[in-house]
């Protein structure tokens, strides 16, 4: 039987919702060992003088504990 734990975490990138979403997981997986998933909970973007400057998401991580 295996046990998992989900923790959340936010990234964000000034290319994309993608970019951020694999800078967050490629960060949080230096710390974190085991993710086996991830979902998107929450996505904004940054505005000024009417062009977006940053995409930021919300992720909860399922990882699996040892």
Known sequence: ??????TEITSSSKKSFD????KGI???SKT???IESAWV???SV????GAITKYNVRL???FVLK
């Not at 940054?46 to 003088?49: C, W």
């Open 19 to 22: 970019a951020a979403i694999r």
């Open 46 to 49: 940054r505005v000024k003088d």
């Open 1 to 6: 039987m295996s046990v998992a734990k989900v």
């Open 60 to 62: 909860k991580l399922t």
């Open 41 to 43: 909970a929450d996505q």
């Open 32 to 34: 974190v060992q085991n």
């Open 26 to 28: 490629k960060r949080a």
